[in-house]
């Protein structure tokens, strides 16, 4: 039986572990603005699962909401590209965990708030032809609310449908902070792993 799965509305660093510890058949990660790339020991990532870290920081600036709401709204994207995926495979993602935190610089007035979100999408993201009002394409979706107190949400996601990437490899962070009313910027920051494994198509 095939799964299928919907979710509804939709300094980076990264570290790559090797299950066997360090070793020259671990090769090193790179970085460059807005991509970060994950280089990983081939061999192994094909007969066991991999390990990666990734850590999002974002400080929302933003404009308006859109007519109808208030507050003020802000978003940021942030591919994450695995790369050396050998011919003839594809990347499975079968785990998620780690937490985001949130908060708001400065003192909020009382009865002000703000809201945020993150989640990870792969570039299959859209409207579900299944599911109404549902999206595919979103592996892990959370939100929450700061204002005079922070946020922090743990999370420890069993990946059991939508783990299969598509051709391009990538895994898309999302965050976003919507409503904002507290007169102030928000900062949050996803810090998560990633288990994944190189599948033979």
Known sequence: MTKCIACFF????VFE???SGPSTSCVAFTLSPLRYHILSPLENCRASSCLATVNVPFDSQGTACPAGTWGICDSRTVPIQFEAVPQGY???IEELYGDVIAWVHGMVPSG??????WGLTNSAEGLSPNVQ???Q???IYLQGAVGQGDLTRPFDQIILAGGLLPADNILTSQEAV????TG???HMEATFAIAYRFIRL
Not at 10 to 13: E, F, G, K, P, R
């Open 90 to 92: 594809a990347v499975e």
């Open 178 to 181: 919507f409503l904002n009313d």
């Open 133 to 135: 009002y549902g999206a």
């Open 137 to 139: 394409g979103c592996l």
């Open 184 to 186: 102030a910027s928000v």
């Open 112 to 117: 002000m708030h703000s809201g945020v979100l």
């Open 17 to 19: 572990q090797c299950p």
């Open 10 to 13: 939709l300094a980076v660093s």
